[in-house]
Antibody
Framework: EVQLVESGGGLVQPGRSLKLSCAAS????????MAWVRQAPTKGLEWVAS????????HYGDSVKGRFTISRDNAKSTLYLQMDSLRSEDTATYYC?????????WGQGTLVTVSS | DVQMTQSPYNLAASPGESVSINCKAS??????LAWYQQKPGKANKLLIY???TLQSGIPSRFSGSGSGTDFTLTIRSLEPEDFGLYYC?????????FGGGTKLELK
């Protein structure tokens, strides 16, 4: 059974950094591209970033480009999202997802709150 | 960026009825559209991808149609568990973008 479990969320002040993790199991992690998707409170879904299966290719949404970095450790079957220079508008639940013709698998999400 | 416009915003229906949700792209995305269901406390669920391909394990009462800029999700014979939020998403080009969502409520 495919499982994606996010961690690392919490309350952080504007301008500070936070690193999210997503532990994957139930499939060969190194065979699949991965992504982060977020959802601000009471708002819709927003794709944040994607990374290729080997880690060499990355893509970012305009709202996070230059501030967020997606990475992966295939030996640990773990996906990461390094979030720097956080803003109040980054407050959201962050989901780890596995894209393949759409996002076929999602985690339950981890909440990030950016507030002073 | 490709803008995705979903309609209606809200939809009220009764079990057993059929409903349709529409999604319009600001430019052609070929067939590359996905539909998702979101419910509180559950992982988001992929229903349809590539416009009309039913994801494994999804009941056949869900169907998708369309190509280019106009797409439709149809749910036949609504079951109680079908009520929730629905989103479309284009996976033709970066940045991948979602529609604003449709809330399907019990009438």
């Amino acid at each position: 059974e495919v499982q994606l479990v996010e961690s690392g969320g919490g309350l952080v002040q504007p301008g500070r950094s936070l690193k999210l993790s997503c532990a994957a199991s139930g499939f060969t992690f190194s065979d699949y591209n991965m992504a982060w998707v977020r959802q601000a409170p009471t708002k819709g879904l927003e794709w944040v970033a994607s990374i290729s299966y080997g880690g060499s290719n990355t893509h970012y949404g305009d709202s996070v480009k230059g501030r967020f970095t997606i990475s992966r450790d295939n030996a640990k079957s773990t996906l990461y999202l390094q979030m720097d220079s956080l803003r109040s508008e980054d407050t959201a639940t962050y989901y780890c997802a596995r894209p393949y013709g759409g996002f076929a698998y999602w985690g339950q999400g981890t909440l990030v709150t950016v507030s002073s | 960026d490709v803008q995705m416009t979903q309609s209606p915003y809200n939809l009220a229906a009764s079990p057993g009825e059929s409903v349709s949700i529409n999604c319009k792209a600001s430019k052609s995305i070929s067939k590359y559209l996905a539909w998702y269901q979101q419910k509180p406390g559950k992982a988001n669920k992929l229903l349809i991808y590539d416009g009309s391909t039913l994801q494994s394990g999804i009941p056949s009462r869900f169907s998708g149609s369309g190509s280019g800029t106009d797409f439709t999700l149809t749910i036949r014979s609504l079951e109680p568990e079908d009520f929730g939020l629905y989103y479309c998403q284009q996976h033709n080009e970066y940045p991948w973008t979602f529609g604003g969502g449709t809330k399907l409520e019990l009438k």
